[in-house]
């Protein structure tokens, strides 16, 4: 019974592991095409106006922002056109820093190019969203970019943007992002994860759901479709919540450009950057539970209701199946080959044909590998590359920091509460400069996904416990592949005696890691279930509200 269970997951983990390598030769064709009709030149230049939003919190990028619209105004080409708004919120005044910013905006127009800088106080701010729906509406121009605060774009990326808006047809072009400063070795592995996300994950995902999304820096959308939605300021990840609805209620088309580049700073610290991390977790589950009754009837077509599904609701299963690929089935299928080299099959070996299914895991896994060096080899930078390699290297790590997080996500998701809100300091920003905005604390302590008294949807309260017992799975998982670890002793090619020569190895019991997985999907739901009580003692019901989590 164990290791047919076991061999249950392991064949569906496999499954979407070949289905996500058939994705990413479709993604990897696209990106061929995309290379060989390479605009350059004339070709690439917007005469058309474009306009660039740039968010700000000031306490926190008051160090930074003057240098990024420096960047924005001198360094983006392409463009005839350009004019920069600067949307900031700061809870108190800070006239030196106010004062650089006006005349940085005095100095610009100027008669060297048909280049602007508006510079807009958004009096009782407490959120990027807010700053955002200020400065929409006075925007004239056909194109709006939107960059964080630290983002400096790679010169011709607003303009690469910008023609496949026009050759795709598309709403929001969303492109890639880039640590440009830090740490060396901190630069290097986020560069890795993000250049694997980007280039090679997030291309694949878009091949098998038929949509990308919009990620909030470096989305270049047309002014027309932007300006017909409102950011929402009660969100964690307003941009999610915006490309959601933008499909859900529009029909709006997004589209990756991982070509199109621009550099970021890294957070100040493993503190920062898990806070960071976790909010946009958290942002994720919100969205998810607030449209899950929705996207069925999304005015799109059905391959993207289909993805809209897989992207926010598989998010969890891919998450586990991650897990089981690299924590299990690789560590199996090389032991595996050792036995077969050295001999003999030890009692606690699983069987064959789970062993096979494990290599041919094992194999998929190496052709991943393999193709996202070679594509790390062809953007022509060895600090990449050798990111890369640590990024593999440390991937069993990572992923169990990736399932953590997650399920610290969901457990705070179905308390209902994210704690204070908190800004993400930057690094080389001094933390003297760093302040969280007044107000934005205790708004933050509402309840995540609404006010106690709201109630959950069906398809919300189905989704969340979907999310719970998959999550649990995951831990369950884990819990089993900690238990199940044995020692099996290998005689030299089988039958040397007195254990002359011969080899000790641990290996994972299959039979322990299914049964942990059952148990844990049981305790997901028990989760579950407290949550649900524990709203209903706050005076939350379970009736459909609109049809969905409000």
Not at 13 to 30: G, H, R, Y
Not at 62 to 75: K, N, V, Y
Not at 450 to 477: C, D, N, P
Request: charged share 15%; net charge positive; with cysteine.
């Amino acid at each position: 019974m164990g290791w047919s269970l076991y061999y249950g997951i392991v064949l569906w983990s496999t499954l979407m592991q070949v289905l996500s390598l058939l994705a990413l030769c479709a993604a990897s064709w696209a990106a061929v095409m995309r290379s060989w009709r390479r605009p350059t030149g004339k070709e690439l230049q917007v005469s058309e106006p474009v306009a660039v939003i740039v968010p700000c919190y000031l306490p926190n990028e008051e160090p930074i922002i003057a240098g990024t619209l420096r960047h924005l105004l001198d360094h983006l080409t392409g463009v005839d056109d350009l004019t920069v708004y600067l949307a900031y919120n700061t809870p108190r005044d800070m006239p030196e820093a106010e004062a650089e910013l006006g005349a940085l905006a005095e100095e610009w127009p100027n008669e060297r190019s048909r280049r602007r800088l508006v510079v807009t106080r958004v009096e009782g701010s407490n959120s990027k969203a807010e700053n955002l729906n200020n400065v929409l509406p006075s925007i004239t121009a056909p194109y709006i970019a939107i960059y964080d605060a630290d983002h400096h774009p790679d010169p011709e990326s607003l303009a690469t943007s910008i023609r496949h808006l026009n050759v795709t047809g598309c709403d929001c072009v969303q492109g890639s992002t880039y640590i440009r400063e830090g740490c060396l070795l901190a630069r290097w592995l986020v560069c890795a994860e993000f250049f694997v996300n980007y280039f090679v994950i997030l291309p694949s995902m878009q091949a098998l759901s038929g949509t990308g999304f919009f990620g909030g820096a470096n989305g270049i959308w047309r002014a027309s479709s932007l300006k017909s939605l409102r950011f929402d300021e009660q969100a964690l990840t307003e941009d999610i919540d915006c490309f959601a609805r933008a499909i859900v209620q529009h029909g709006f088309r997004f589209e990756f450009l991982p070509e199109s580049c621009s550099g970021e700073l890294l957070p100040s610290g493993l503190r920062a950057l898990w806070k960071q991390r976790l909010r946009w977790a958290m942002g994720w589950d919100q969205v998810t539970l607030r449209h899950a009754s929705t996207f069925w009837g999304a005015k799109t077509s059905c391959r993207v209701r289909v993805g809209l599904i897989y992207i926010f609701f598989c998010r969890w299963l891919t998450q586990t199946c991650a897990f089981l690929i690299v924590a299990l089935n690789v560590q199996a299928a090389v032991q595996w080959r050792l036995g077969q080299t050295l001999g003999g099959t030890p009692e606690l070996d699983t069987p064959m044909l789970v062993s096979r299914l494990q290599v041919a895991s094992f194999c998929g896994y190496c052709v991943f590998i393999v193709f996202t060096l070679l594509r790390a080899l062809l953007r022509g930078s060895p600090g990449l590359v050798v990111g890369v390699v640590m990024y593999f290297g440390l991937m069993p790590v990572i992923v169990f920091c990736n399932s953590v997080l997650l399920m610290v996500s969901l457990c705070r998701v179905s308390t209902g509460y994210t704690g204070g809100w908190v800004v993400t300091s930057r690094a080389h920003v001094p933390p003297s400069s760093v302040a969280p905005p007044s107000s934005g604390a205790s708004a933050a302590r509402e309840p995540l996904l609404g006010r106690a008294s709201e109630q959950l949807g069906h398809m919300a309260i189905f989704v969340l416990a979907t999310a719970l017992s998959t999550s649990g799975a995951l831990a369950g998982a884990v819990v089993g592949a900690f238990l199940g670890q044995r020692t099996v002793v290998r005689p030299l090619w089988g039958w040397v005696p007195f254990g002359i020569g011969a080899t000790t190895t641990t290996v994972t019991d299959g039979r322990i890691v299914a049964w942990g997985m059952i148990v844990g999907v049981a305790l997901g739901l028990l989760v579950f279930c407290l949550a649900l009580e524990r709203r209903k003692q706050r005076g939350g019901g379970s009736a459909v509200v609109d049809g969905r989590l409000v």
